[in-house]
T-cell receptor, first 113, second 114 residues
Framework: AQSVSQHNHHVILSEAASLELGCNYS??????LFWYVQYPGQHLQLLLK??????LVKGIKGFEAEFIKSKFSFNLRKPSVQWSDTAEYFC???????????FGDGTTLTVKP | DGGITQSPKYLFRKEGQNVTLSCEQN?????MYWYRQDPGQGLRLIYY???????QKGDIAEGYSVSREKKESFPLTVTSAQKNPTAFYLC?????????????FGPGTRLLVL
């Protein structure tokens, strides 16, 4: 069975600080990986995803994530956060044709102005 | 304007009552999903459907039921058998039930038990 672990439940940063949110998954085969974001009062939406190819993927608003297969990790990064990045971030994984995704518990990011 | 709509935004349930949450999509997506979101527990899958008239149990299906009579609609019923129904419920859809498809989410329904 798939499982996803997000290491931090709540992260507090000041503006311009660098961000890295950890995500590890357990599944032995080929996976598709996602980061979703839920801004206050808004729908959950896709931030970025990895299917294949270049393990460094870039998403919206300057976010990127790196897939490291040997570590079963898909950490999210941003070099300089803004107050508007305050949101809840979810990592998700599924196997191709699995029919369903497994989500992590989420990380709440608070950026202080 | 394409998207997923969920209604109502807030729903109150009395003990022993069944309630139905609505989910409609006009994205022409084949797959639809229901998740439950509790603080600190992320999204947990309740039910999902690949095509009309077919659906599968997710990780926490007990106390819930669904139907998929139309492609665009996937209502969720929270039955009286669900012991802890107070939660935020999210509906989602994706183009195909393949692993790589992005899921699109609705605004959610918050269910409160009185």
């Amino acid at each position: 069975a798939q499982s996803v672990s997000q290491h931090n439940h709540h992260v507090i940063l000041s503006e311009a600080a660098s961000l890295e949110l950890g995500c590890n998954y357990s599944y032995g085969g080929t996976v598709n990986l996602f980061w979703y974001v839920q801004y206050p009062g808004q729908h959950l939406q896709l931030l970025l995803k990895y299917f294949s190819g270049d393990p460094l993927v870039k998403g919206i608003k300057g976010f990127e994530a790196e897939f490291i297969k040997s570590k079963f990790s898909f950490n999210l990064r941003k070099p300089s956060v803004q107050w508007s990045d305050t949101a809840e971030y979810f990592c998700a994984v599924n196997a191709p044709n699995a029919g369903k995704s497994t989500f992590g518990d989420g990380t709440t990011l608070t950026v202080k102005p | 304007d394409g998207g997923i709509t969920q209604s109502p935004k807030y729903l109150f349930r009395k003990e022993g009552q069944n309630v139905t949450l609505s989910c409609e999509q006009n994205l022409n997506h084949d797959a639809m999903y229901w998740y439950r979101q509790d603080p600190g527990q992320g999204l947990r899958l309740i039910y999902y459907s690949q095509i009309v008239n077919d659906f599968q149990k997710g990780d926490i299906a007990e106390g819930y039921s669904v139907s998929r009579e139309k492609k665009e609609s996937f209502p969720l019923t929270v039955t009286s058998a669900q012991k802890n129904p107070t939660a935020f419920y999210l509906c989602a859809s994706s183009g195909v039930l393949a692993g790589g498809e992005t899921q699109y989410f609705g605004p959610g329904t918050r269910l409160l038990v009185l």
